[in-house]
Nanobody, 123 residues
Framework: QVQLVESGGGLVQAGGSLRLACAASGRTLSSATMGWFRRAPGKEREFVIADTWSGSSLSPADSVKGRFTVSRDNAKNTMYLQMISLKPEDTAIYYC????????????????WGQGTQVTVSS
């Protein structure tokens, strides 16, 4: 069993930056595809970006290209989402997820989920 805990969310002004963290316990993340998803108010959950166990990143959502990047620290069993040039439309609950068999951008294919962290971008 894998437990994922997100942190780092908060309120930021448009144009600002945040770094979210996803700390894992129970199993190493070094063999997992790690994804970030978000759910904005009144909208469906959507894929944001993902990072495979080999260190390659899957193509991020068009809405975040050039602004969001992922990294991981295997020694800390933690994954990060660096967000810059934030926009009000980035306001959402952000979730990290882990998948241990293959790569995917579809939420239902991920096995483990964190509880989410709120990101609010003010205009």
């Amino acid at each position: 069993q894998v437990q994922l805990v997100e942190s780092g969310g908060g309120l930021v002004q448009a144009g600002g930056s945040l770094r979210l963290a996803c700390a894992a316990s129970g199993r190493t993340l070094s063999s997992a595809t790690m994804g970030w998803f978000r759910r904005a108010p009144g909208k469906e959950r959507e894929f944001v970006i993902a990072d495979t166990w080999s260190g390659s990143s899957l193509s991020p959502a068009d809405s975040v290209k050039g602004r969001f990047t992922v990294s991981r620290d295997n020694a800390k069993n933690t994954m990060y989402l660096q967000m810059i040039s934030l926009k009000p439309e980035d306001t959402a609950i952000y979730y990290c997820a882990a998948r241990y068999l293959g790569v995917a951008t579809t939420a239902v294919l991920y096995d483990y989920w964190g509880q989410g962290t709120q990101v609010t971008v003010s205009s």
